[in-house]
């Protein structure tokens, strides 16, 4: 009986062991993966408080469960032909300067086909959902249809104007007040790339699209990151035009990195 139990104790010490060796490892790992799965630090003993602390790169928080106050609210365009449609992939969100308006940008797959598969193009956007928040609930008030778009969009810093990105259309639009809701002014500012900078060529080219996108402090420039094309475009807010590109591939800003 000595022996089996010494045994027993043996296994379960290194049962023990393992688990702690899992443990470590598992909390080492923590650093690898996207602060959205710190949550499970909960698991081996992290606060709440600290994982409700947590700042994306963005500058915005990340908590477990909604803030108090929250609520869920579905996107509806308002389309004629599909009254009961709910936009998908609202991605980027921005409130204005004074704190009175919200916008939310959809940039995802927001197409409706017809009987025979076509897409329908009135019926087929992207859409920027205006929200007073000047009361605290949010209050939608307009919504604003964009052929194409990807994740950018920033107000100007007095908060007349804002932009959004053309997505692959390799555009930026640009929207001012009108009246009491917002409007397109001019056509969408051309960036004017070529093929993207990747490495398939050919028809399968991936051709460059207009990501996320800011505004300088001065309201004098946008700056526009293109995906599939590793660079940076900056636009004159007064010309309205592109006035230089930054190439960031290695070895194009420095050569000793080529």
């Not at 460059?208 to 300088?216: I, K, S, Y």
């Amino acid at each position: 009986m000595g022996e089996r139990r010494a045994a027993d104790d043996k296994v379960n010490r290194g049962t023990f062991t393992r688990h702690r060796d899992a443990e470590r490892a598992m909390t080492g790992c923590m650093s690898c993966v996207p602060k959205l799965f710190l949550l499970t630090g909960w698991l081996f003993g992290a606060s709440a408080l600290a994982v409700a602390q947590e700042v994306l790169p963005s500058g915005q928080s990340i908590t477990p469960t909604a803030t108090p106050g929250a609520i869920f609210e579905s996107l509806n365009p308002g389309l004629i032909d599909y009254p009961d449609y709910t936009a998908g992939q609202a991605v980027t969100s921005v409130v204005s300067p004074d704190g009175t308006t919200l916008l939310v940008l959809t940039s995802g797959y927001n197409r409706n086909r017809d009987a025979g598969g076509r897409i329908i193009p009135r019926d087929s956007n992207e859409y920027v959902f205006v929200f007073d928040i000047s009361s605290g609930a949010p209050v939608q008030t307009q919504v604003l249809q964009i052929p194409n778009t990807y994740n950018g969009i920033a107000f100007t810093p007095e908060g007349a104007q804002f932009y959004v990105s053309g997505g692959k259309d390799d555009s930026v639009h640009t929207y001012a007040k009108a009246g009491r809701g917002w409007a397109e002014t001019g056509a969408p500012i051309s960036l004017g790339h070529g093929p993207g900078n990747g490495l398939v060529r050919g028809e399968r080219t991936v051709s460059p699209v207009a990501a996320g996108l800011a505004v300088t402090a001065d309201g004098k420039t946008i700056v526009v990151a293109n995906y599939e094309n590793d660079s940076i475009s900056l636009i004159s807010t007064v010309t309205r035009k592109k006035t230089a590109e930054l190439d960031l591939r290695p070895g194009k800003t420095d050569p000793r990195q080529a």
